[in-house]
């Protein structure tokens, strides 16, 4: 899981990851969180999760002030990466 903070909302952020996920081997979600931040699940190679983030980091840089990553056991059965609401 990752967290983005910064001026993360309202910018287009979670169409912008989920277009960039599709670059890459990777699942997951993304999601506005209550408190202004986006919060990011994928799951996948770790050179793959690795070149992902890179890519999100480069291409929203400009937005996010604050980025933390935290383990999260893997999500059986999941396919694709999705926007949640």
Not at 60 to 78: C, D, H, T, V, W
Request: proline residues 2%; negative net charge; glycine residues 10%.
């Amino acid at each position: 899981m990752v967290s983005y903070q910064g001026r993360v909302q309202g910018v287009g952020f979670r169409a912008t990851t989920r277009s960039l996920a599709r670059g890459h081997a990777v699942t997951g979600w993304v999601r506005n969180e209550p408190d202004a931040s986006v919060r990011v699940e994928v799951q996948g190679a770790a050179s793959e999760i690795d070149a992902f983030l890179a890519n999100v980091r480069s291409s929203l840089g400009l937005y996010i002030q604050r980025e933390s990553a935290e383990a999260m056991p893997l999500a059986e059965n999941e396919s694709g990466f999705e926007v949640h609401r």
